[in-house]
């Protein structure tokens, strides 16, 4: 196990959402798990006035989201309470940076925190800039002492350019190196283990490529729609919110070249290589391959469900995007023409996220006059969430006379594996930053060059009004029009259930 140092978890936006939802959790189950050092505190940074005492009770005691971990023990709780402490902080005041960098001075002499400090930025984008500022003002960005890591969430930028803004301005105060741009998930257990998939097989990667793979597709489905966080998301929409970070960290996984060795810089050089090669759409391609689409209002079995435009904090007139899908191409030389297709959406019939790799049917086909089933292609199905695993669809013969054959199952799922704890994404990242590992982080460079391709759809919906917004019911797959996309004969999306190997039904609700 890799060393953990002491050291101090300072966390901007402590009374926010995030932070009593996933990153106190996070760290709760890392203490829980033993892998905290020796010596640690949590110190929650926000404008409001708390005791130490006040926000232990609002972070930790008084936390749902900590009550369902299965350490939370009356025991552990106060144990780790004693942890977390708090400091207001007006972060557009400089002067308060200045009282923030006493007592994390007097908490290294309290409880030997050694100066070194993780900063988490979970407070809207638009203070990251005026956070990271102060805080190398007041010289907490130093690596002399300790050191010191910014933690950045997402969104990082809105479009190209306020994402170079921002790395430009992050990089004032902070090196690269020091920076840990959050994506969620690559946190997940399934994400990291197409990587281990890929290359610690010798049965996959020779067959990974142009000559092998008909197509590739990604689905992330969220069922939920955007719950109580209308105000963000109508000024978002899903490119911005899912693709342009998760599905796209996933098509860098699904898509990479074998890295010279698993260290963050090699790992990353790859991924970057992917979205360097990313093609470019014209205004053209962006109108005949990318569907944007908002769901509606619906009735399902006997419930109505809200339409998008109904829901608290949106624009009536609304033409955000609930739902994408989009088809592309990576040129380069394993990819070339094979298509990517890939689609996210909120308000569908099941939440599922899934890559699904499409084999190109074998070249000579034996058993064709024997089984109208025969001949189908070869499907490797990578569930990322829920019901974690992966699936092989292959074809057997049926027993009995001739050579009829039929598509069948191999499968591996994790909830088999008995007595293995799979960390929450949060729970792993923090701990790599902790130990000073970037590898399942965003590099500058590759975040701007996913926005290269994302920022001109977005210019095109806002410059060109006859580019539709699709709408769907709530609890359907999303606009029909997104089945267009795919080329060829009875070739669609796979429509996934949320049970990985109960597929090949239009399934749920
Ligand atoms: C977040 C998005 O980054 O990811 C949300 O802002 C989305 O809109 C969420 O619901 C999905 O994450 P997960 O882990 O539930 O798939």
Known sequence: MKKTDNQALVIFGASGDLTERKLIPAVFNLFCGGFLPESYAVIGVSRSSFTDAAYRDKVVFNNEHLKSKP??????????????????????????????????????????????YIFYLATPPSLYQTIANGLAENGLNNNENGW????????????????????????????????????HYLGKETVQNMFVTRFANSIFEPLWNRNYIHRIEITAAEHVGVEKRGGYYDSSGALRDMIQNHLFQLVALVAMEPPVRPDAESIRNEKLKVFQSLRAYSDQDIKENVIRGQYLNSTVRGESISGYREEEG????????????????????????????????????????????????????????????????????????????????????????????EQVNMDFKYDELSNVYVPDAYERLILDCMQGDATLYARGDSTEAAWEFIDPILKAWEKDDSIPVYGYPAGTWGPENADNLIEGENMNWRYPC??????GNYCEL
Do not use: C
Request: aromatic share 10%; no cysteine.
């Open 71 to 116: 350490g939370a023990t009356e025991e552990n709780l106060k144990r780790f309470a004693k942890m977390v402490y708090y400091q207001a902080v007006d972060t557009k005041n400089t002067e308060t940076y200045v009282q923030l960098k006493n007592r994390l001075e007097a908490l290294d002499q309290e409880i030997t925190t050694k100066s070194n």
């Open 148 to 183: 010191s890591r910014l933690i950045v969430e997402k969104p990082f930028g809105y479009d190209l350019a306020s994402a170079k803004a921002l790395n430009k301005g992050l990089l004032n105060s902070f090196s690269e190196e020091q920076i840990y741009r959050i994506d």
């Open 314 to 405: 949106v624009n009536d007139q609304s033409k955000t995007e609930t739902y994408v899908a989009m088809k592309f191409f990576i040129d380069n030389w394993r990819w070339a023409d094979v298509p990517f297709y890939i689609r996210t959406g909120k308000s569908m019939p099941t939440r599922v996220t899934e890559v699904v790799i499409h084999f190109k049917p074998n070249h000579h086909h034996l058993f064709a006059h024997d089984s109208s089933l025969s001949n189908q292609q070869n499907v490797l199905v990578i569930r990322i969430q829920p019901n974690e695993g992966i699936l092989l669809k292959f074809d057997m013969k049926i027993p009995g006379a001739g050579f009829n054959t």
């Open 498 to 503: 949320s049970n990985l190997t109960d597929d």
